[in-house]
């Protein structure tokens, strides 16, 4: 399945550089706003420990990862959804994607201009989000006016769509999010045609700077403030240094450790922020390993296993027979799926299993 994460943020952020570094890019990076014009898309693979000890496990000739596109979106500004800056251009970008990873600044650095003159987390957090939430406001209200004529008919789509817009436009009207709504898994569906950016989730990246003063060190009201708004609305997010993994690109694996280790950063960023980000949209990921190829499959968690086939090829859904299934610990401890299999450790399940995370199977079709 095509999975998309816009990178979104306010101009002079860390969202280029965070880009590049994650996707090997070389694209435009520059101090000043819309380096970016057009959006640039970069096809990233889920970093999967599991994936490579199956590959070596079965010797396999190619091996596939599961990947997540990132898109960068030009720098955000104040009264995008009136059409300032590239508002209106890069507001349509980030309808098209699944999600959104918004990058926020928490570095002071006099050399990188900060578009309103200071860095405030919190506050560049409330100008972004409100871009978002206007321009739903604006797009839900044309439709529910349209759809309100419509209805009247007695179109029974018509009236469906209506009744979840009449929900959402006044939380919109009071500022807050679309997906601040309470709504049914059948008014879920209908919302998705709408394409409204604050239904999407969205994962912060939090862009520290190596030498640089970082607020989260400081530890002062800003970071506090941050802080609080992350707990209170139970916000996923990851700590990145967007500048040290870019420069990272050209050094090896083994050294890049040591390097980190130098620099005072402490993990991985981009690792994280792509697993997050796979997290975030509620993916999983199923195997399939031999002599040929092993690769990562990616579902939605919950997929029943005719579903998580469809994946592979539709007939593995529409002729589903069975599936031998197993966790992928158990089959690299017996070292083989034939091992697997004397042993009594690979099941035969039916078309109401729900595939796990980390299953390794074979599909049986008709």
């Not at 002071?108 to 871009?131: A, C, K, T």
Request: aromatic share 6%.
């Amino acid at each position: 399945m095509s999975l998309s994460i816009g990178i979104v943020g306010l101009p002079n952020v860390g969202k280029s550089t965070l880009f590049k570094a994650l996707t090997r890019k070389d694209i435009l990076i520059a101090n000043y706003p819309f380096a970016t014009i057009d959006p640039s898309v970069g096809v990233v693979a889920v970093p999967d420990f599991r994936l490579t000890r199956l590959s070596e496990m079965s010797k396999t000739q190619k091996t596939v990862p599961a990947i997540v596109e990132f898109v960068d979106i030009a720098g955000l500004v104040k009264g995008a959804s009136e059409g300032e800056g590239l508002g209106n251009q890069f507001l349509t970008n980030i309808r098209e994607t699944d999600a959104i990873a918004e990058v926020v600044r928490l570095f002071d650095d006099e050399d990188v201009h900060h578009v309103h003159g200071q860095v405030d987390p919190l506050h560049d957090i409330e100008v972004i989000n409100l871009e978002l939430v206007l321009a739903d406001q604006e797009s839900a209200a044309k439709r529910l006016e349209r759809l309100e004529r419509d209805s009247k008919g007695g179109d029974k789509q018509a009236i469906a769509e209506r009744d979840v817009l009449r929900k959402i436009v006044p939380v919109l009207n009071s500022g807050k999010a679309a997906r601040e709504v309470e709504l049914t898994d059948e008014e879920k569906l209908i919302v998705k045609g709408f394409h409204l950016l604050t239904m999407k989730p969205i994962l912060y990246v939090l862009n520290r700077k190596s030498g640089a003063v970082n607020i989260d060190a400081e530890n002062g009201n800003r970071w506090r403030e941050l802080q609080n708004f992350l707990e209170a609305t139970k916000a996923k997010f990851v700590f990145v240094d967007a500048g040290v993994e870019n420069e990272l690109n050209d050094v090896g694996e083994e050294e890049k450790s040591d390097f980190r280790r130098e620099l005072g950063v402490s993990s991985d960023g981009i690792d994280d922020l792509i697993k997050s980000g796979y997290a975030l949209l509620d993916l999983i990921s199923f195997f399939t390993t031999g002599e040929k190829e092993t690769r990562a499959w990616t579902i939605k968690r919950g997929s029943t296993a005719p579903e998580a086939g469809a994946a592979i090829h539709t007939d593995f859904k529409d002729k589903f027979i069975r599936m031998d299934t197993i966790a992928t610990d158990k089959l690299l401890e017996c070292g083989s799926w034939a091992a697997a299999r004397e042993k009594g450790l690979v099941r035969s399940e039916g078309k109401g299993y729900v595939v796990q995370d980390g299953d390794v199977v074979e599909f049986k079709h008709g």
